[in-house]
Structure formats: structure tokens, C-alpha cells
């Protein structure tokens, strides 16, 4: 079994940062694309971002020129750096891993638990 944890939600004013990580763990062998999606209150899930596992990156307009994703292959690990934040940037962030190839070669598609982000003053 494959679990995608994420940390680094919070509190924070407009025009602050905040890091959000993604931690993939289990029975791995390699991990292609992984991403980051929101869902904001009464809307529905969103992409964030996505970075394959050569590198290759595609943002949301919304978010582009603030965040940046990046990601660990060693640790199976991916990172969303969010600057300048908006109150329209409030949302539930969830970590995504569509194709994870197992250890027995069996390919699943996971997502993260969540974790909030709240832009407010």
C-alpha cells in the first residue's frame, strides 16, 4: 500500500508564503507525474501544479509567477512553495501520484489527505 502525507498548511496573511510537502511512502517503485490540486469551499478540485518525474512543470494561471513546485525523486518526495498569497488561494491542497508503479508492478492512481491553507487577515 502506497500513502501520500502532507504537511505544511496554516494561517497567513496576504502577501505571505507558505511550503507545502508531500511525502509518498510504501511499496514504491517509481513515482511519473505528481501534483498538487485545491479545492476552495463549495468549488470544485482544481490543479495547482504538476511536475513529472523528468522535471517538466505545468501551473495553474492563477497560481503562476508565485508558486513553484518541485520535487525529490530520491525521497519520493514533492514541494509546492506558495509566495504572495491571495484570500482566493484558501483552499483544501491535496497531494496527487496518478501513476505509481509498485513494487509487484501494479499501477495505482493516489491522493493525499489534505491539508489546509487559509489566506486571511
Known amino acids: 500500500q502506497v500513502q501520500l502525507v502532507e504537511s505544511g498548511g496554516g494561517l497567513v496573511q496576504p502577501g505571505g508564503s507558505l511550503r507545502l510537502s508531500c511525502a509518498a511512502s510504501?511499496?514504491?517503485?517509481?513515482?511519473?507525474?505528481m501534483g498538487w490540486y485545491r479545492q476552495a469551499p463549495g468549488k470544485q478540485r482544481e490543479l495547482v501544479a504538476t511536475i513529472t518525474r523528468g522535471g517538466s512543470i505545468v501551473y495553474a494561471d492563477s497560481v503562476k509567477g508565485r508558486f513553484t513546485i518541485s520535487r525529490d525523486n530520491a525521497k519520493n518526495t514533492v514541494y509546492l512553495q506558495m509566495n504572495d498569497l491571495k484570500p482566493e488561494d484558501t483552499a483544501v491542497y491535496f497531494c496527487n501520484a496518478p501513476q505509481v508503479l509498485s513494487a509487484v508492478r501494479t499501477t495505482n492512481n493516489y491522493w493525499g489527505q489534505g491539508t489546509q491553507v487559509t489566506v486571511s487577515s
Open positions: 510504501g511499496s514504491i517503485f517509481s513515482i511519473s507525474a
